[in-house]
């Protein structure tokens, strides 16, 4: 039963990397068009306010699942992908994860800058 549990949180956890990544697209994308329709004073501050939890939701289960996820990791990842020679698919994956996510959180701050604090 814990392995069915860790491989769901392993799975949520890369979901909210995903989301992470996908809110600051949809931020930059918004913030992109309200400057071009001269709207953005009046509309950005209130829409990424509530943009900027759903960016803070999601970081806060990637560290929190990351933590759980790191704890098991050997037992549930590595070593079987060592059994399966996907050693180089799972370094990968996660130098990818790694790099959105850290893109994601700079990003966040810009825009707390250019928007306002997010709450």
């Known amino acids: 039963m814990t392995g069915i549990a860790i491989m769901i949180l392993n799975y949520f956890h890369d979901l909210a990397v995903a989301m992470l990544a996908a809110n600051i697209l949809v931020i930059y994308f918004l913030g992109r068009y309200l400057d071009r329709t001269g ?32 704890w098991f990791f050997m037992d ?23 790099t959105v996510t ?6 966040h701050l810009r825009y707390v800058r250019k928007y306002g604090s997010g709450s």
């Open 39 to 70: 709207i953005r004073d009046q509309a950005m501050p209130e829409v990424f306010s509530r943009l900027a939890r759903i960016t803070y939701g999601a970081l806060a289960f990637v560290i929190v699942a990351g933590a759980v996820r790191a």
């Open 102 to 107: 850290i893109f994601g959180i700079a990003a």
């Open 76 to 98: 549930y990842e590595w070593n079987p992908a060592v059994g399966q020679g996907q050693v180089a698919a799972l370094i990968v994956k996660h130098v990818a994860l790694v």
